[in-house]
């Protein structure tokens, strides 16, 4: 997670390219603020630092996710002209993205999105979600509710943009409850419900885990990109070349030091460690 994000920013700063980076699982389990977060209020600090838990601040806003081996990880980092005319605002590129993932059906493009035949899938209130409204009574919690299937995060500069989601193939509810607060800023639609009733997992709308690999070439296409498929060490040689040649490029992504936030109080934002 820590190799991708510090990817994704060297790639948004000091390159020039369109990438979409796919990621199907972080080996390690970790915790990845938002830029400004102050991790007494998002997580438990103390079990994350009892735990040898990884956590980072990355350098986006947006929310507090635990990303594990089932987390599809997706970021888009691109120029404006890839979006055109859509400007780089986030509520309008958070709707570019819904022409990605759930596709467009008119008389000039067929309906290429990755999730185009998940019943309900949509943006609701900047989440990915799915309303789900036929479910068994012994799960009455989730009955008639809106279901956060994948989180966003963005960075925008005048001229280039990072929209990265995590979205939850599965996930470890007892992990959320052990290392995640209940957020005190949160969508209206949560309606203060725990994590494992306001989180779906993917696997219970699509039987393949694989439909994104699949599918996002095809989507991208549908919306007029040209793709040619890279790998993860000719992303890196782009994104070291780019640095190189920008030496006013910084970094914003690192470890969040939580030892030191332990000693810290409750508005602090999180202390991290140099880079070695």
């Given at each position: 997670m820590l190799r991708q994000l510090?990817?994704?920013?060297?790639?948004?700063?000091?390159?020039?390219?369109n990438w979409a980076i796919v990621n199907d699982g972080a080996p390690r389990t970790a915790i990845v603020l938002g830029i400004s977060g102050k991790p007494h209020r998002l997580i438990d600090v103390a079990a994350a630092h009892r735990d040898d838990l990884l956590v980072i601040k990355r350098f986006s806003g947006g929310g507090t996710v635990v990303v594990d081996a089932n987390t599809q990880l997706v970021s888009l980092v691109m120029n404006a002209?890839?979006?055109?005319?859509?400007?780089?605002?986030?509520?309008p590129l958070m709707q570019w993205t819904v022409g990605l993932?759930?596709?467009?059906?008119?008389?000039?493009?067929?309906?290429?999105?990755?999730?185009?035949?998940?019943p309900n899938?949509?943006?609701?209130?900047?989440?990915?979600?799915?309303?789900?409204?036929?479910?068994?009574?012994?799960?009455?919690?989730?009955?008639?509710?809106?279901?956060?299937?994948?989180?966003?995060?963005?960075?925008i500069s005048k001229t280039r943009f990072v929209h990265h989601t995590s979205f939850l193939w599965d996930f470890d509810e007892e992990n959320m409850s052990r290392y995640l607060a209940v957020p005190?800023?949160?969508?209206?639609?949560?309606?203060?419900?725990?994590?494992?009733?306001?989180?779906?997992?993917?696997?219970?709308?699509?039987?393949?885990r694989n439909l994104?690999?699949?599918?996002l070439p095809g989507a991208l296409r549908a919306l007029g990109l040209v793709v040619e498929e890279a790998s993860v060490a000719d992303a890196e040689a782009a994104a070291r070349a780019g640095s190189s040649e920008n030496s006013n490029s910084h970094r914003s992504t690192a470890?969040?030091?939580?030892?030191?936030?332990?000693t810290m109080d409750k508005d602090a934002r999180a202390p991290t460690v140099p880079d070695g």
């Amino acid at each position: 997670m820590l190799r991708q994000l510090r990817l994704e920013e060297s790639l948004f700063r000091a390159n020039a390219e369109n990438w979409a980076i796919v990621n199907d699982g972080a080996p390690r389990t970790a915790i990845v603020l938002g830029i400004s977060g102050k991790p007494h209020r998002l997580i438990d600090v103390a079990a994350a630092h009892r735990d040898d838990l990884l956590v980072i601040k990355r350098f986006s806003g947006g929310g507090t996710v635990v990303v594990d081996a089932n987390t599809q990880l997706v970021s888009l980092v691109m120029n404006a002209e890839a979006v055109a005319p859509t400007p780089l605002f986030p509520h309008p590129l958070m709707q570019w993205t819904v022409g990605l993932y759930k596709g467009m059906n008119t008389c000039e493009t067929s309906n290429a999105g990755v999730f185009r035949d998940v019943p309900n899938w949509r943006l609701h209130q900047n989440d990915y979600v799915v309303e789900v409204s036929d479910v068994p009574s012994v799960d009455e919690r989730v009955a008639k509710k809106i279901l956060k299937v994948g989180g966003n995060a963005q960075s925008i500069s005048k001229t280039r943009f990072v929209h990265h989601t995590s979205f939850l193939w599965d996930f470890d509810e007892e992990n959320m409850s052990r290392y995640l607060a209940v957020p005190e800023k949160q969508p209206a639609y949560r309606e203060n419900r725990p994590h494992g009733a306001f989180l779906a997992p993917l696997s219970r709308f699509v039987r393949d885990r694989n439909l994104m690999r699949d599918r996002l070439p095809g989507a991208l296409r549908a919306l007029g990109l040209v793709v040619e498929e890279a790998s993860v060490a000719d992303a890196e040689a782009a994104a070291r070349a780019g640095s190189s040649e920008n030496s006013n490029s910084h970094r914003s992504t690192a470890v969040v030091d939580l030892e030191k936030a332990l000693t810290m109080d409750k508005d602090a934002r999180a202390p991290t460690v140099p880079d070695g």
